[in-house]
């Protein structure tokens, strides 16, 4: 097992770690199967919940090599560090320095957490999907029999936004998980239950509370302002908010 060390602090930018073992993982791209390590510990978060796995660079006293993606074998559940296709491998055993991509791993973290605060702004509606990347992000609800109101939305999530809300995470049991399913705020990703505790978000004094185990700002005011670039039908009764933040850094 990997020890995923941005769940307890996602502003680690590097650590060391030992390779654990060295592989190769086939890109959903259909391109050649690029090489891949699993470490004791990293600090790259792992593609999930809409959240693009982190980029960074590998370093030893042999070498180095850019990691292009992180992602989570599903099958195996191994954490893989992959690799550009021509790149010096370290050996299993060999001692390396894992460096993020730090100003792209911020942004996603400026986005996801932005994408909580959506939901605080509008309460009791549930998402039905979202992803992230640097330049833009998109949460999708079911607006069935709401009276969306775009400007309104997007004044309430600045204002949320301004409000320098800590932003702080915690934990909770499995059974304490299922017994408060309104914590639940999305249609399409579950809380990660199974390892006996869940992760649990929390934005301000009662503003955002849900699980996820993404990664995110320390305070709501690193979000900068945002703006709902458009507003897209998705369906009967989706719609999809695409937002952009307005500033590079915050």
Known sequence: MTQLLFRDDAY?????????????????DGSAPKPAVVLDQTVCYYESGGQPGDAG????SGGSATIIDTRRDRDSGAILHVLAE???LPAVGEGVTVT???PRRH?????HTALHLICAALPGILATGNAIDTTKARIDFDLSGVAFDRDATEARLNELIAGNHDVTTQWISDEEMAAQPELVRTMSVAPPTGAGRVRLLNIGNGVDLQPCGGTHVKNTREIGPVKIVKVENKGKQNRRLVIQLLSASA
Do not use: C, F, G
């Open 12 to 28: 680690l930018r590097s650590t060391t770690a030992r390779v654990m073992t060295v592989t190769e993982t086939a890109p959903r």
């Open 57 to 60: 660079e590998l370093s030893w």
């Open 86 to 88: 021509d790149a010096v």
């Open 100 to 102: 993020l991509d730090w």
């Open 107 to 111: 942004l996603h973290m400026r986005y």
